[in-house]
Each structure stands twice: as structure tokens, then as C-alpha cells.
């Protein structure tokens, strides 16, 4: 029996630590700082995810076993080096490896070491330069990228030449991003569907997850601003298992190997971010960790000892898990969030129905922004605030099942994406 600590306060680290506690393996699981939704499943620890010496000094006090790092930011700022260092289990890529996240600049290099598809770029330090180039583009639409992370703002879509200029003088003269936009990627504009192919990996075994797709605009119809992610289902009838295997044969396969050859191997999760386009399959990004609303759905689904997944790939044993298994009825997750976000948004309100909610079966509520308000009672704090998980023989069903329980919870100002999984239909 082990203890685990989970990293991060998300829906996902909430799924994460759902599924850890289900483990024959597991004793305790701790989730640093977590949320009301862990502190009911699991068991809070009140330490920010980037505060490296106090998570050490936790995981050694309370015999913790194995840690396992949700969000990218502590990734990027080397929690798993520090880890190691104590001989501490972590799981997770390191510094260096973390990087194909924490720079699209060193992501785009390893693609294209790799020979693996994507879209076509080139990387600029200097803004004068990055519009000199745009004139030449003409009408080829671009997308502007600053290097860094920026919280899923960097990444600027542009319909035209002007656009991209505009976008290219807020990185780099107005430095909207910081340092995230030192340098910038110009790259082609993709045109297509995209779906999310996670898999986990301890440096040569792959373990490729059921394909998710995430729904990134705020409003249906995918409309409006940019969020972190309204809503996610799996599986994703675009990625068939043919599919599935081109993406591992031709997509992750040569990225963990040259990952291996360029010196910075990878253990944890790949996580790509592929545009379905007329030529194929193409990577718009690789995230080094679960996604976060896929990792709700995909967790629903999977049956596969978790525990086991992550001990392995820390054992560098990863071939002996086998096949994944997995439930073959579709999960659909939709996101309820805070009047205002993406942008500003409100916090402290009252939730309600969470309990009626509990009692549907195949239905789980995972918590991202809420709190336990020392009053009593559940208030929000965060933009994304529940994530509605629902499993069900059909999507259809699943998605009704997730918007009955959406229904009967309430907050002043709370909203969600009516369309979530739609796309499943319309291809
Ligand atoms: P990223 O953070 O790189 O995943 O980019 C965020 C979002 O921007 C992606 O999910 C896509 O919707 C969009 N995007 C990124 N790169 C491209 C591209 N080359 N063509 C079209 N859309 C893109
Ligand atoms: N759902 C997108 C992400 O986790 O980056």
C-alpha cells in the first residue's frame, strides 16, 4: 500500500486523484493545494504547486511514494529534478524534457529532427524582422506563436497579413507575453478538426491513450475567445484505430526518439495536440502532461490500474502493463465556469445541487476553481469551476446524462458550452 501526492489544484488533479484512490495499491492520496472536490475524495495539502522545498518536506513526512505532477508550470520550473534529487518517485518529464512544452521553439526543432508532420515555420527574436517576413507571406495565413509558456494565450490565429503584424508587435514590442515572447514562431495556419492523442511513455515503451477532443472556444459553435478548454469527450470518432496507429507510428514514436537522441529523454505524459488535415495528420503542439478537461473523460474510461501505469514508466518497465484496457462506452465532460471567464471573473459564490448532482449514476463531478468556504458550503474560485463528467453507451447519451446533472447545479453567474461533443456528429 502506498501514499501518493498529486501536484495542482484542476479538474484534472481532481480526476487524477478519483482514480489513484481506486487503486488496490493505495492508502492515501494527497493533493497539493487541491480543491473542495480533492479535499472530499482525497485529502488536502495547503502547499502552492511551485513551492519545490515544502512538497519535499510533505512527501517525506507523510511516506509518500510516488508523486505525480498535473499542471506544466512546475514541470518547466524542474519539480521532477528536484524530486530526484531527494530520491524522491516523481512522475513526470524533468527540466530539460519539459521543455517541448515550455518552448514551441524547441518543440518545432524536435519535430522537425524528428521528420515528424507539421506545420511549416520559422522563428524570429527581432519584430522588424518577423514583419519584414509577413510581407513576403502575403496571402498564406499565419499563426503567430510567442516561445514561452503564456497559460494557452500565446498562440495568436490570424486570417490575415495585418493581423499577424498586429499580433507580432504586441509579443514583441508591447510584450504582452513577457518572456514568453523573447522569440516568436511564425507558422502556416492548419485548416481541419483537431483531436488530442495522449499517451504515456517512459522513454521507450508507449502507452497510447483512447483519443479525446477538447473544445477550446468559449461559446458554441466554437465562438469567441480562447479558454483553457469548455468541454472534452472520448473516443473521437475521427481517430479511428487506423488512425490511432498512423499517429503513434509516424507521430510519437519518432518524437520519443528523438527526444532520446537530441539528450533530453522523456517520462510522463506526450500529450499532442494534432490538426485532422486533408494531407494527414499534423502536430499543432505537444503538451508534457494530461490535458485538462481530456484527462476527465479519458480517466472515466480507463481500467487500467493508474497506479500501476505510473510505477511502471518510473521503473522504466512500462512494456509489462500491456494493452490498456478500457471501457468502451464514450465519456463526455462539460466544463461549468464563472460569469466573466475567460476574462476577469467573479469568485466566492455559493455553489448548489452538488449533491443531487452525486446521486446520478455515471456521473462524476470533478472541481477545478471551488473552495470549501470555512462557513460551510462550497463557494467558486477559479473561471473553470466543475467539469460534469457522464459515461453512457452512446455520446448522445453520455452528453444527456452530463447536461441532466449540469441542470441541477447553480451558482450566480455560472454558464457552460450547450454544444459540447456535437463535433462527434458533424464528420
Ligand atoms: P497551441 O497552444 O500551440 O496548441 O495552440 C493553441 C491553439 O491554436 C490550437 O489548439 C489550435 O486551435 C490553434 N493553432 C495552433 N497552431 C495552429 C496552426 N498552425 N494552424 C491553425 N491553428 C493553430
Ligand atoms: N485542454 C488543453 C490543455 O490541457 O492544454
Request: charged content about 25%; hydrophobic content about 40%; aromatic content about 6%.
Amino acid at each position: 500500500m502506498m501514499n501518493i501526492l498529486v501536484i495542482g489544484n484542476g479538474g484534472r488533479e481532481h480526476a487524477l486523484a478519483w482514480k489513484l484512490k481506486q487503486s488496490p495499491q493505495t492508502d492515501r492520496v494527497f493533493v497539493a493545494p487541491g480543491n473542495a472536490g480533492t479535499a472530499m475524495d482525497a485529502e488536502n495539502a495547503e502547499i502552492n504547486e511551485l513551492d519545490f522545498p515544502s512538497l519535499i518536506q510533505f512527501a517525506k513526512q507523510n511516506q509518500v511514494q510516488l508523486t505525480v505532477v498535473g499542471p506544466e508550470t512546475p514541470l518547466a520550473a524542474g519539480i521532477v529534478n528536484a524530486f530526484e534529487q531527494e530520491k524522491l518517485r516523481i512522475f513526470g518529464p524533468d527540466k530539460n524534457a519539459a521543455r517541448l512544452e515550455g518552448s514551441k521553439v524547441f518543440c518545432k526543432e524536435i519535430l522537425k529532427k524528428g521528420g515528424i508532420p507539421t506545420a511549416g515555420y520559422h522563428v524570429f527574436t527581432d519584430g522588424g524582422a518577423a514583419v519584414e517576413y509577413l510581407k513576403t507571406v502575403r496571402d498564406q495565413q499565419v499563426v503567430i506563436k510567442a516561445d514561452g509558456l503564456a497559460a494557452g494565450k500565446g498562440v495568436v490565429v490570424c486570417d490575415t497579413a495585418e493581423q499577424g503584424v498586429e499580433a507580432v508587435l504586441r509579443m514583441t514590442r508591447d510584450h504582452e507575453f513577457g518572456d514568453a515572447g523573447h522569440r516568436i514562431v511564425i507558422e502556416e495556419r492548419l485548416h481541419g478538426q483537431e483531436a488530442s492523442v495522449l499517451a504515456v511513455t517512459d522513454g521507450s515503451t508507449i502507452a497510447v491513450l483512447q483519443p479525446a477532443q477538447d473544445h477550446k472556444a468559449a461559446y458554441d459553435g466554437d465562438q469567441g475567445p480562447n479558454t483553457g478548454g469548455m468541454g472534452a469527450y472520448s473516443p473521437v470518432r475521427l481517430v479511428d484505430d487506423q488512425k490511432l496507429h498512423w499517429i503513434e507510428e509516424n507521430v510519437l514514436v519518432p518524437t520519443v526518439h528523438t527526444l532520446n537522441r537530441n539528450g533530453t529523454p522523456f517520462k510522463g505524459v506526450l500529450y499532442a495536440g494534432l490538426m485532422m488535415t486533408a494531407g494527414g495528420p499534423k502536430v499543432l503542439e505537444y503538451n508534457a502532461r494530461f490535458g485538462d478537461p481530456e484527462c476527465q473523460p479519458l480517466l472515466m474510461r480507463l481500467q487500467t490500474d493508474l497506479a500501476d501505469i505510473f510505477q511502471f514508466t518510473l521503473d522504466r518497465q512500462l512494456h509489462r502493463i500491456g494493452m490498456l484496457k478500457w471501457d468502451e462506452r464514450p465519456s463526455v465532460c462539460v466544463v461549468m465556469a464563472s460569469r466573466g471567464y475567460p476574462g476577469q471573473y467573479e469568485k466566492g459564490k455559493v455553489i448548489t445541487g452538488l449533491e443531487e448532482a452525486a446521486k446520478m449514476k455515471n456521473v462524476k463531478v470533478f472541481h477545478a476553481g471551488t473552495k470549501l468556504d470555512p462557513h460551510g458550503g462550497i463557494v467558486t474560485h477559479g473561471g473553470r469551476v466543475l467539469g460534469i463528467t457522464a459515461i453512457a453507451d452512446t455520446i448522445a447519451e453520455a452528453k444527456k446524462t452530463a447536461y441532466e446533472a449540469v441542470r441541477k447545479i447553480h451558482w450566480e453567474g455560472a454558464w457552460c458550452r450547450k454544444d459540447i461533443s456535437d463535433k462527434s456528429a458533424a464528420y
